[in-house]
Nanobody
Framework: VQLQASGGGLVQDGGSLRLSCAAS????????MRWYRQAPGKQRELVAN???????NYADSVKGRFTISRDNAKNTAYLQMNSLKPEDTAVYYC???????????????WGQGTLVTVSS
């Protein structure tokens, strides 16, 4: 199983970006999909979470600006980031709880990071 994150880049203060996280490989079902971020010198933090039923949770710092969504048919999660601020600059990582087969327990997987840089 691989999680492929994409969509990072350089954007100005107030701009927007859309990140994608595509899960591939042997996948039976995906439970939660998440986005984390890690800024230089800081701990990795949870940005947003979306469950299989579509319910979402956000870090207080991004509420009202970021929207997480998923396309179950494509095993892909998205993070629409609007009104970006310099403090949003970080490496963004996707994460998922999924089952590879019906009889396995759910396991947690990480994707590689994608860098988001917001210039002031």
């Amino acid at each position: 199983v691989q999680l492929q994150a994409s969509g990072g880049g350089l954007v100005q203060d107030g701009g927007s970006l859309r990140l994608s996280c595509a899960a591939s490989g042997s996948i039976f079902s995906i439970n939660a999909m998440r986005w984390y971020r890690q800024a230089p010198g800081k701990q990795r933090e949870l940005v947003a979470n979306i469950r299989s039923d579509g319910r979402t949770n956000y870090a207080d710092s991004v509420k009202g600006r970021f929207t997480i969504s998923r396309d179950n048919a494509k095993n892909t999660a998205y993070l629409q980031m609007n009104s970006l601020k310099p403090e949003d600059t970080a490496v963004y990582y996707c994460n998922a709880d999924l089952k590879r087969t019906w009889f396995e327990s759910s396991r947690n997987f990480w994707g590689q990071g994608t860098l988001v840089t917001v210039s002031s």
